[in-house]
C-alpha cells in the first residue's frame, strides 16, 4: 500500500484560516481605517496643526501626521492600500501558523513607524510638510515577503524563509528602484549648493542603475541557491497547484506584491497638489522588512544553555 495513501487530505484553506483566527485581531486591523477616518472627520484647522513641518518638527506632530489625509482620494488610496497589504499578510501568517507572530510585528510597527518615518524625512533637507499614511503602508508591505515565503514554506513546502524572503524583499526592491529610475528621468531635480540650483538628475539616474545591476546579481545568486537546494522543485510545484485554495492564495498574494511598486512609485511621483515621497516609500519597505525578518529568526534561534 502506498504510505501516501494513509495521510488524511489537507483542510480547505478557509477552514484553516477561520478556526486559526480570532475577532479580537479583526478588531485590532480595523484600528488603523478608523484612526484615519476619524483624523479625516476632525476640522482642517485641526489636521493642519497635526501636520510634521520640515523646519519646527516636534514629537506630537512626528506620531500624528501619518494619519492626516486632507482629500478624499488620498485617504481612499492609503486606506484600500492598507487593507489590502494587511489583509493578505495577516491571512497568509494565520494560514502558516504565525498568528501570535504577526500581531506582535503588526502591533509594534504601528506604534513605532508613524514617528520613525517622519523624523527620519529630517535626513533629506527640504523644505515642506509631510503627512499621509502611506509610508506605514509601505512599513506593512516590507513584510510581505516573509508572510508569503513562511507561508509557501509551510503550505506548499516550497522554499525555505531564509532564502525565501530576502529573494522576495530584493525583488521587489528592483521593481522599485525601477519606478524611481523612471520618475527621476521623467522629473529633473537639482539640488541647491550654496544657495544655486544644481541639477543631479544624471548623477541619480546612474548610482539607479548601478544599484538595478547590483539587484539582479542578488536576485540571481537567491534564485541559483533555492533551485540548487530544492532538486524537486517542479515536483514540489505541481503538488502545490493540486492543494485547492491554498495555491491560489499564494498567486494572488504575490500579484498583489508585484503591484504595489507601480501604484506607490508613480513614474510621475507629482498628483495635483500632492507629491508621492518616494523616499519615505523606499524607507518604510525596508524598516518594514528587516523588523518582520529579525524577529522572526530571533524568537526561533536557540536560547543558550549555561
Not at 257 to 284: C, E, I, Q
Amino acid at each position: 500500500m502506498d504510505a501516501n495513501a494513509s495521510e488524511p487530505p489537507p483542510r480547505p484553506l478557509w477552514q484553516t484560516v477561520r478556526r486559526r483566527a480570532s475577532a479580537v485581531d479583526v478588531l485590532l486591523l480595523a484600528v488603523v481605517p478608523v484612526a484615519l477616518l476619524g483624523v479625516y472627520a476632525l476640522p482642517t484647522a485641526t489636521r493642519e496643526a497635526f501636520v510634521f513641518r520640515y523646519a519646527s518638527p516636534t514629537a506630537r506632530t512626528a506620531a500624528a501626521s501619518p494619519f492626516v489625509h486632507f482629500e478624499r482620494t488620498h485617504l481612499l488610496f492609503n486606506v484600500v492600500g492598507y487593507a489590502l497589504i494587511a489583509g493578505t499578510t495577516y491571512v497568509l501568517s494565520v494560514a502558516s501558523d504565525r498568528r501570535r507572530e504577526f500581531l506582535i510585528v503588526f502591533a509594534s510597527l504601528l506604534v513605532a513607524s508613524p514617528p520613525l518615518l517622519s523624523y527620519l524625512n529630517l535626513a533629506v533637507v527640504r523644505r515642506g510638510v509631510a503627512f499621509g499614511f502611506s509610508g506605514v503602508v509601505m512599513v506593512y508591505y516590507g513584510t510581505l515577503p516573509l508572510a508569503l515565503a513562511a507561508y509557501a514554506q509551510s503550505r506548499l513546502d516550497l522554499g525555505d524563509v531564509t532564502s525565501g524572503a530576502p529573494l522576495l524583499f530584493f525583488s521587489g526592491l528592483f521593481f522599485v528602484t525601477v519606478q524611481t529610475l523612471r520618475a527621476v528621468l521623467a522629473n529633473p531635480v537639482t539640488v541647491a549648493v550654496d544657495g544655486v540650483p544644481a541639477p543631479v538628475t544624471w548623477v541619480l539616474a546612474a548610482t539607479l542603475a548601478e544599484l538595478l545591476v547590483l539587484l539582479v546579481l542578488v536576485v540571481a545568486l537567491y534564485a541559483l541557491g533555492i533551485a540548487d537546494g530544492n532538486p524537486s522543485a517542479r515536483t514540489r510545484l505541481r503538488a502545490a497547484i493540486d492543494r485547492p485554495g491554498y495555491a491560489e492564495l499564494a498567486a494572488g498574494a504575490l500579484l498583489l506584491f508585484l503591484a504595489v511598486p507601480f501604484a506607490t512609485f508613480p513614474s510621475d511621483p507629482v498628483s495635483g497638489t500632492r507629491v508621492f515621497n518616494l523616499y519615505v516609500h523606499v524607507v518604510g519597505y525596508a524598516l518594514g522588512f528587516i523588523a518582520s525578518y529579525l524577529y522572526h529568526h530571533l524568537q526561533r534561534a536557540p536560547y543558550p544553555v549555561a
